[in-house]
Every structure is written in C-alpha cells, then in structure tokens.
C-alpha cells in the first residue's frame, strides 16, 4: 500500500509492503514497529530505539517522540487522487467554529453578533481549573452567532462561536 | 529520643486537602507511624489519597466551595474519626486564619502557624507594615482597599510598569502585569473578577515591577521553643502568569554573602509576627542583587521537595514533630547546600496550544524512577483529571552533585515520562532545559513570557527525524486500517465460519 505522510509540511512517499517491508521515496528502510498499548509504540530503526506515542483526531495524527511533538496527515492513494481532483480540497473561508476546549465557565464574552474580528483576537473568555483562558479567533471574520452566555457552564467541544 | 518530653499527642493526622499534597502528608505521617484521615468531594472518590488513606471521609460536592472549602464538613470529619491534628496542606483552607482559629477552639492542633500569624501574613498591608519596623526592605506599593480612580492616581505616581494584585491572592490568581496607563483599567476588572470567583473578595493593590528581577524565596522553620532557622533559598523565577513552573535550589544568582543577609532578612520578617511550623518568605532579587520582601506564604509551599533534597530534612515530618511541641531537629541555619535539585511542575496543559488545560481519562502512565529521581504525584493510569481542581497533577523532582549534573537527569527523567489521555507540559520542560538562557542560570520572572516560547527555542528537527515521524504515523495509520478490516469482516460474513472455510478451500484448491 502507497502513502502519501506529510509531517510537519514535509511530504514522504512511503510504501509499506504485504510482507512488512518500508519503503521511504523509493529507498528500502529497515523498520521495527512494535505496539506496546493502545498508542504506545516502540521503534527500532538503524539501531534507534524510540518510544512514539501516536493520538489521532479529526484525520489528523499527533506523534510525540522523545518530548517532541510532530503532527501528521496519512493519505493512501485513492484519497491522495480524490484530493487531487479537488475532492477534500480546505479552504480558509466558510464558517468556522469555536469550541470549548475543556468544561468549564463562560466568564465574559467581549464580542457581539456581527462584529467584524482579526486573527488573534479574544472571542471568549473561559474559567477552568481556577484559571482564565482567553480563547482567540484563529482567523479574520466576522462573529455570526454567539451560542452561550456569560455565566453558563459548558461542557468539552461545545460550540461557544461562530465565525464566518 | 528523650530530649523532650512531647507536649501534644498526635496519633491520626486528618489531611484536609487533595492530590498529590495529600498523598505527601499521608507519607509523612506514615514515616512517623501515624494515622492518616483523607476527606474527599464526589468526583475524588478514587482518588490516590483517598485509596492511600487509612480513613476516608465524604466531604461533599465537587465545587471546591461544596466540599475542600467547607470547614464545618472537614471539622466534623477530624471529630468523628478521632483525628488529633488537621494538615491543611497548601491552597483550599492553608492560609485561612479563621480555620485555624476553629480547629484550635474545636481542641484540635492545627499543623500550621498560629491563627494570627496567618491573618497578619495574609493581609499584605498588615503584612508589610509588620515587616517594616524590622528594617525589611519593600517595593513601593499602594493601599488595599482603594477604589479604581485611587488606585489610578497612585499607580502614576509609583510609575508604570506595576503589579495589580489580589489581597486575599495566592498562586498567581488574580494578579496582572501592566506596562502602560492605557491597559490599567482593563487589567484592573480583570484581576478583580479573577480574585473576587477564587477568593470570594475582588480587592487588589498594586506594587512596583522590577523587570529583569528573580524570584528567591526562603525556607522557614520555626519551632514553639523560640528557634527559627532559614533552609536555604529556592529560585522560582521560571514562572508563566505569575505561576511557578521549575523550582531550584540553590539559586544560582546567590552567593555567600546574599545568603547570609538574605536568610537573616527572612528570620527577622518571619520573627516579626511571632511565627511558628513552615513558613516561607517570598523575595524579589533584582540585577543588583538589591532584594524586597513580597510576602510570606504561612504554609508548606508546593516546591518544598527541592529544599528537602539538598537539606536532607523531611519538612512535613518536622511540620508534625513542632506541631507536638518538639524542638525541632536543627537548631542551625542551612548555610550550605548539598548539592543541587530540580523540580519541574506536570500541568495537564497544552503547552502547544496556550497551555490550555486539559481534562480527561489517562490511559498510559509511565513514571520515571532511577537514581535522584523523586515524583510526587496524584495520580495513576486510569485516572480522570476533572476541571474541578488545580491542573498540576504531579511534580518531577530531581537531584544532584552540580546543577548540571541535575539538568541533564532531569532531561534524563522528562524523556521517560510519559502520560497519555490528556495534554501535558512535559514537551515545554523538556525545550526549557535545552535553551541556552535556562542551562546558563540566566532567567527572570518574565523569561517564558517574553523570551521563551516553544517554536523559537525548539531546534527545528532534523531531515531524518521527520522521516522517523512520518514511517511512525505511516505504519500506525496501516496497522489501524488492517485492523479496521479484520473487525469488520467476520460481520459482514453471509455464511457460517464452516461454509466459508469450505469455499475457501475450494478457491484455493
């Protein structure tokens, strides 16, 4: 099976084989890949030995390897050609949404429904764990809907704003 | 021993506090032979002190304010399991002065200073009017309980940049830095919200802030026979919105001489309000070597384990042996330090991510152990870390015969931790004591602020450490998908394993 793994903004061709084999841009590579939990891997690699702790979310892969974080995108072929063709194409226009990102209290919300926003700039304010954390538009826009109210508790993942 | 016939008989502790602090008190009284009593909220039911603990005792709801905060409840608790003393630990009801009172009046022993030295120390114009008589030197600073047009004309006066801090603050809640006039007044609302939801009281006063400055703070010991002994400092100053983050001692700014008048300005600030048990005097250390008292903490701190490693003094034991009316162990001031040790604080923090906390279940718990590692921790693999509480959920602590030799251990130690199910610090950690700034002793309290941050200081990595990554994700991404297969298939079989074994065999015939 062919892949096509970016890491960060780094693209690899990698083949992995029926057998086992690894093959990076073409070249053969010697890997040894062991699971030891659920997301825990070892590695042996040109006598390397490397734990790798892999996380996965919303088609995204999240790798920790000796307490440094490398986030990935894994594509096999067919979905390498559909986003090609344009298929899964992103784009940084359309609605975005800002979610909680733990439970927690809605402390303030210093922005209004059409307000015009910029990249940076602090959509909502939220009380967790005894601390304040300002969560911030990832991007310019404008707030279409404000889906909570100071005061209110919400849970994790909760669509606090939308942005569009 | 037979120096002293002991005054107060301790033989059950009761622990009014939670996580990894609990879990310390209860070693110590273990250490002693002593009982422990844990209390707990719903939501700790299953939680490392309370399956530790020799008795457990239901509090209430998991809201602080319903359960760790409810003195009546906690009180109740140290009467009906017969408990002698109450450890209150640090945070919840540690520097609550009316708590003290009402374990004392209930005939219980607080193990803690006295009820008056806390309201004193806590009261920061108290605190500071107590200190200067003692020639204690001060950053100029307004009043508490000033309205926001006085504070606004006094802050001109001081000159900007200044501290806005929470009377009743503690642990960094409630406290802003502001550089300019035109931020005062929302920097002002904001730490008054912040101190009025922790503490249920939004006063602040602002203080002078030095730049460049250092964080050293003095370990106090004082026993109820008139002794008081410094420890030796701790060097705080790697801080994140006035949260400590890596703790040290020694700090390698002090010198001999800083030491000595340092530790004597720290015995007399401490002798000032009459304080007895652990205590410890907060300092801000500027480029000069010119120092001014903050305040003193009238509780164990959270970093105290860096100073039990190069004194060799177990401080919650010798917190439990003052508190029977024992002379403490020594008598002596800690001059020297033996050796150097480290400890770095494991948040549940994104540190990728705004150090945004992070809840949730731990799946994979991995803790370092080996020569001069220590790890005071609450939890354990199956753990659910709620948004109930404090998102430190352990400490690494490490020692050594140098500062170097403690680092390259802790880095040691930082890359065999791993703990999966919810976001942590430890990456931040590990990018700290590979920047240059940090490993030549050149840090402030506003270096991870402003000149630290996880892009610039990480070394970008290597050509082949992203082909490593990307073989990792690559085959972690194929096993899952092999392994989505063979799941699903045996499901979606129309017939019988034998009817299909049968129709294999034929195809394969």
């Not at chain 1, 659920?38 to 996965?56: D, T």
């Not at chain 2, 004194?311 to 800690?334: C, N, P, W, Y």
Request: hydrophobic fraction near 40%.
């Amino acid at each position: 099976m062919k892949y096509i793994t970016t890491i960060n903004d780094k693209q690899f061709e990698i083949e992995i084989g029926n057998d086992g084999r690894v093959l990076v841009n073409g070249e053969p590579r010697e890997v040894d890949f062991l699971p030891l939990e659920a997301s825990l891997y070892s590695i042996i690699m040109n006598n390397q030995s490397l734990q790798v702790v892999v996380g996965e979310g919303d088609g995204m892969y999240d790798l920790m390897i000796r307490g440094r974080r490398y986030e990935g995108k894994v594509l096999d072929e067919r979905a390498q050609l559909m986003l090609m063709r344009g298929g899964l194409g992103e784009s940084d226009s359309g609605e975005i949404t800002i979610r909680s990102p733990m439970p927690g209290l809605v402390v303030a919300i210093p922005v209004t429904e059409g307000e015009e926003i910029v990249k940076g700039q602090t959509v909502i304010i939220l009380e967790s764990m005894k601390m304040q954390n300002e969560l911030k538009s990832p991007r310019d826009g404008t707030v279409q809907r404000i889906s909570v109210v100071p005061g209110e508790s919400v849970e994790q993942k909760k669509i606090l704003i939308t942005i569009v | 021993m037979t120096e002293q016939i002991p005054s107060s008989k301790i033989n059950k502790v009761l622990i009014a506090n939670r996580g990894e602090i609990a879990v310390r008190i209860h070693r110590a009284c273990r250490d002693l032979g002593i009982l422990s009593v844990a209390v707990y909220s719903d939501v700790d039911r299953t939680a490392l002190h309370v399956r530790f603990a020799d008795e457990a005792v239901h509090i209430g709801a998991p809201a602080p304010r319903e359960s760790y905060l409810r003195m009546d409840r906690i009180i109740d608790a140290a009467k009906k399991s017969g408990a002698d003393a109450i450890h209150p630990g640090y945070g919840f009801l540690a520097e609550n002065a009316d708590f003290a009172q009402q374990v004392a009046d209930e005939g219980l022993i607080f193990i803690g200073p006295t009820p008056s030295a806390i309201r004193t120390m806590g009261d920061k114009e108290r605190a500071r009017t107590a200190v200067r008589k003692h020639n204690i030197p001060l950053l100029p600073g307004t009043d508490a309980g000033l309205r926001d047009e006085d504070l606004i004309a006094a802050v001109k006066q001081i000159g900007f940049p200044v501290l806005v801090k929470a009377v009743a603050g503690g642990g960094g809640k409630g406290m802003r830095a502001v550089h300019d006039e035109a931020e005062f007044a929302s920097a002002l609302a904001t730490a008054r919200r912040e101190a009025e939801s922790a503490f249920g009281n939004g006063d602040v006063y602002v203080e002078k802030l030095l730049v460049g400055a250092r964080h050293i703070e003095f370990q106090i010991l004082a026993d109820q026979h008139g002794n008081t002994i410094h420890l030796g400092e701790r060097e705080c100053s790697i801080q994140r919105r006035h949260q400590k983050l890596v703790e040290e001692a020694p700090s390698s700014f002090m010198d001999d001489d800083l030491r000595q008048r340092m530790g004597d300005m720290a015995i007399a600030a401490a002798q000032a309000v009459d304080y007895v048990n652990a205590g410890t005097i907060e300092c801000m250390v500027d480029k000069d070597k010119n120092y001014y008292f903050l305040e003193m903490n009238t509780r164990l701190q959270v970093e105290h384990p860096v100073t039990e490693l190069v004194t060799g003094i177990d401080l919650v034991k010798e917190q439990i042996r003052i508190a029977r009316g024992r002379r403490m162990t020594h008598t002596q001031s800690f001059l020297e330090p033996k050796g150097w040790a480290i400890e770095c604080r494991i948040n549940a923090e994104d540190p990728y991510n705004g150090f945004i906390p992070s809840v949730g279940k731990i799946t994979t718990l991995l803790t370092p152990t080996g020569p001069g590692v220590r790890v005071d921790s609450g939890v354990y693999n199956g753990y659910e870390v709620t948004p109930y509480y404090d998102s430190m959920i352990a400490k690494l602590i490490v020692s050594g015969e140098t500062r170097s030799e403690a680092i390259l251990r802790m880095r040691r130690a930082l890359e065999e931790y791993t703990i999966m199910g919810v976001q942590h610090n430890i990456p931040f950690h590990i990018n700290l004591l590979n920047s240059f700034s940090f490993m030549a002793g050149q840090i402030d309290t506003n270096f991870i602020e402003q000149r630290f941050s996880m892009d610039t200081y990480e070394e970008a990595p290597t050509e082949a450490e992203l082909e490593t990554a990307a073989i990792a994700a690559t085959l972690y991404a194929h096993r899952q998908r092999q392994l989505a297969t063979q799941v699903v298939t045996p499901g979606k079989r129309d017939a019988s394993n034998w009817k299909w074994m049968g129709r294999y065999e034929r195809m394969h015939r």
